[in-house]
């Protein structure tokens, strides 16, 4: 419905194109989200936050789960809560020792109660190949390719010794959509 109304997902201004400084980036981003994506969603409130390096978003919808974006340079990540009383802003973002870059972010519950996708339909970075003119997709930034065994080794491999772990949707999504019987987590 969005593309109807606002031509092709491709050609939708990414937040941070045109913001030099933070609070450009926040007015920008809020603006993109009122205009590609809340008035096409059910939800009951929505919370604005900083975390994780820059404009966070949390849209409650009305089934009681949560849909959180964060905006990169390049896109947008989602990740998305069945259990919308399992999301906390305050934790949300949170960094191990270090500079804090997506390298050192914490993602402990990834793949476990809440589900990482990815929005770059347009994004000119090589290790978005998987997102290029798609839609919202289970988050793939970074693979060479989607099998069985990249999924679950690297750098956000869905692996128990992974602290990352946002490519477990990937992997779900790789079995059908149904979760795997050796799937690292219980749920």
């Not at 939708?12 to 809340?38: F, H, M, P, R, V």
């Not at 802003?89 to 476990?112: A, H, M, W």
């Amino acid at each position: 419905m969005s593309e109807i109304k606002n031509g092709h997902k491709e050609t939708w201004a990414n937040c941070y194109e045109k913001a030099e400084d933070s609070l450009n980036n926040t007015a920008n981003c809020k603006s993109y989200y009122e205009n590609y994506i809340l008035p096409y969603m059910q939800y009951s409130k929505i919370k604005e936050f900083q975390a994780a390096g820059g404009y966070n978003i949390a849209i409650y919808l009305n089934d009681g789960t949560v849909l959180v974006g964060k905006n990169t340079s390049d896109g947008v990540d989602y990740y998305f809560f069945p259990n919308g009383k399992d999301f906390n802003s305050d934790t949300f973002g949170i960094y191990v020792d270090g500079p804090q870059s997506p390298e050192s972010l914490i993602r402990k519950d990834c793949g476990i109660k809440y589900f990482a996708f990815r929005f770059a339909p347009a994004s000119q970075d090589t290790r978005d190949k998987f997102h290029l003119n798609k839609g919202f997709e289970p988050y793939k930034y970074g693979l060479t390719e989607v099998t069985k065994e990249n999924l679950t080794n690297g750098q956000y491999a869905c692996s128990k010794d992974n602290q990352i772990k946002i490519w477990c949707t990937a992997l779900i999504q790789l079995n059908n959509w149904k979760i795997p019987d050796d799937y690292p987590f219980k749920l």
